[in-house]
């Protein structure tokens, strides 16, 4: 199994509260991912980043924001947290772009 | 429409059936095509990559792509209750960062 922790594993939270989920990787690989998958709607992407400091949105990025201070954490924040960002939220990493990517087990949030 | 189409099934086979998988896309621009399984509570695991057109055998695994009609498939031969899960296709183009993913087509071998 690819060596991707995420943390914590499940989160319940209130509405307007601040949510931070990590992301750690000991695989060394240069492109991380933060994905939320939906009943009907797969996975999509949030942000993902291709270098230590570098990132860039996806298709679902409004009410999020990401950092990525070292090359093993990518770290996803949930600024003001609301009821519809209840999802379960997984983590992937690639050696390169166009490669496969691999997944955490993912964070269960439940936003009240 | 979706770029990417994947009937949700639930499917039901009995164990040693053969089972297809299958999903059409609209984007000609993807060349990387993968499958995942996703047990229940688990994150996505690769189960074959393949690049371009053509067929790609792996064990009980064989996936087929044809991008003259925009459709992938994935086989599963001898059907065992461990294959009960969801299976997930994905894509992608050259040059991108972006993998396009088909919402999962649930599966149940029945012993």
């Known amino acids: 199994d690819a060596g991707i922790t995420q943390s914590p594993r499940h989160k319940v939270t209130e509405t307007g509260t601040p949510v931070t989920l990590r992301c750690h990787q000991t695989e060394n690989h240069r492109y991380m991912y933060w994905y939320r998958q939906d009943p009907g709607h797969g996975l999509r992407l949030i942000h993902y980043?291709?270098?230590?400091?570098?990132?860039d949105k996806g298709e679902v990025s409004d009410g999020y924001s990401v950092s990525r201070s070292k090359t093993e954490d990518f770290l996803l924040t949930l600024e003001s947290a609301t009821s519809s960002q209840t999802s379960v939220y997984f983590c992937?990493?690639?050696?390169?772009?166009?490669?496969?990517?691999?997944f955490g087990d993912g964070t269960r949030l439940s936003i009240l | 429409q979706k770029e990417v189409e994947q009937d949700p099934g639930p499917l039901s086979v009995p164990e040693g059936a053969i089972v297809s998988l299958n999903c059409t896309y609209s984007n000609s621009a993807f060349q990387y095509f993968m499958w995942y399984r996703q047990y229940s509570r688990k994150g996505p695991e690769l189960l074959m990559y393949t690049y371009s057109s053509g067929n790609k055998e792996d064990g009980r695994f064989t996936a087929q792509v044809d991008k003259s009609s925009k459709y992938i498939s994935l086989f599963i031969r001898d059907s065992q209750p461990s294959d009960s899960a969801t299976y997930l296709c994905a894509m992608s183009a050259s040059g991108g960062f972006k993998t396009i993913f088909g919402a999962g087509t649930r599966l149940f071998v029945k012993a």
């Open positions: 980043s291709y270098g230590v400091k570098d990132t």
């Open positions: 992937a990493i690639s050696v390169a772009e166009n490669q496969p990517q691999h």
